[in-house]
Structure formats: C-alpha cells, structure tokens
C-alpha cells in the first residue's frame, strides 16, 4: 500500500525537521517546502493527498498560497489542507477555514494532535481519491511520485509526456478532447501538438503503439485511458 504524501511548507527549518521525521516515523511520505514559491514548484511536479501549511511565512503566507490551492488548477482543487499558525483566536480560525483550509492547528502543538487531525482528515477525504499506482501490462505509473517503470526499470518522462500523463490518470476510463487536455495542461500547450505527444506517449507504455492497448482514441471525442487496474 502507497504511503500518504504530504506537503510541509514552513520556514522554520527546526519545526520542519522535527515534523517531517516525525510523520515518516508515523507512515507518511513528506516533502517539505521553506515558503510557499518551492512549494508551488513541488505542486507542479507531484500530487500530494494532503498539505500542512504555516500561515507565518515570508513574501506569502499560508493563506494566500490555501486560496491558490483551491482556485488552481483541477488537480489542486481537492487537496486537503491544515493550516498551523501561532494566531489561535477565533476570528483568525474562521478566517483560514474560509480561505479554504480544512482544519486549524494553533502553535504549539503536541504532534500527537497534529496527528490525530491528519488522520481524521486523510479518513473524510477517503473513497474520494481514485488509485495512485495504474497497472498498464508490464508498465506501472505511479500517480502520487509521477513515476513511470517497466518491471521496475524506470521510463523517463518529458515535462511535456508527465503533465499528460498525469491528467489521463486523473480521468482514466473518460475520454477527453484535445481541448480538455489543453484546459488542463496548466502551461502552455497548443491542441494541434497534442497528437504528436500522444504518440510518443504511446511507444514508451504500450507494447505495440501502433495497435495501442491502453491509450486509445476515440472517435469523435479524443482519448481515453484504460489501465488494467
């Protein structure tokens, strides 16, 4: 079974330390962010099932960055999110709710605690989140890392192959246009490229691209991810 990945964000290296082995300890996988700027560069490169964010940083806080998560692209939306800060009065708590947080831990804390809420979070979160790992015959794609093997060789990917990737195992069973993937991509990606990326997309999952088992086209409407599981 996948371990949980978290985002820690927080500038406090000692705090981010300590909370980071902490969680490992307790079955986590953890990636840790010193302000909200790396954080959005790890957002653009793994899908996380939860994020710890401390409202107290420097150039943006964390309420800010929450509010980006939930207005972002489709697949920031639903991530839940924990807000710390060392502001524990009521209308502070109100306000980071309402900015999109789903849960409030005022510093300090015992981590225990933070545990607890975390654990009650991943459980109202869950049956929500569709299979990080796709089983594509002899490839494997790893949603939550954007890890592509076969047989436990990794398959390297382009910016480009990954971020498509990623959206075809979001949506895998439903079938999307050129214009779906182009909405999704979050950059710049242009429609008429798409069939090109498809295809070279094709030669590193498939057995036989030319014949493509598991991402198929649709006529009329695009193409469609099948796994086997």
């Excluded at 207005?71 to 800060?85: A, Q, S």
Aim: proline share 5%; glycine share 6%.
């Amino acid at each position: 079974m996948n371990k949980p990945h978290i985002l820690l964000v927080d500038d406090d290296e000692r705090l981010r330390d300590l909370l980071r082995k902490f969680l490992v300890d307790n079955g986590f996988f953890v990636s840790t962010a010193r302000e909200a700027s790396h954080a959005r560069e790890l957002m653009n490169i793994f899908i996380f099932d939860l994020m710890i964010l401390d409202v107290m940083m420097p150039e943006e806080d964390g309420l800010s960055l929450a509010e980006f998560i939930r207005n972002g692209p489709m697949r920031l939306k639903d991530t839940p999110i924990l807000v710390l800060t060392a502001m524990g009065e009521t209308e502070d708590r109100i306000n980071g709710l309402s900015r999109g947080a789903d849960d409030y831990l005022s510093k300090p804390f015992d981590p225990r605690e933070l545990l607890l809420r975390l654990q009650a979070i991943m459980r109202r979160s869950q049956g929500s989140n569709p299979a990080s790992t796709l089983s594509l015959g002899q490839v494997n794609y790893d949603l939550q890392l954007n890890r592509l093997d076969r047989q436990g060789s990794p398959i390297s990917l382009t910016t480009v192959e990954s971020k498509l990737l990623k959206i075809f195992a979001r949506h895998r069973g439903k079938a999307l246009s050129r214009d779906d993937l182009a909405a999704e991509y979050d950059g710049d990606l242009n429609p008429r490229t798409i069939d090109v990326q498809i295809t070279r997309l094709r030669k590193k999952i498939e057995e036989d691209s030319k014949i493509p088992r598991y991402l198929q086209t649709v006529r009329g409407k695009g193409y469609i991810l099948i796994p086997d599981a």
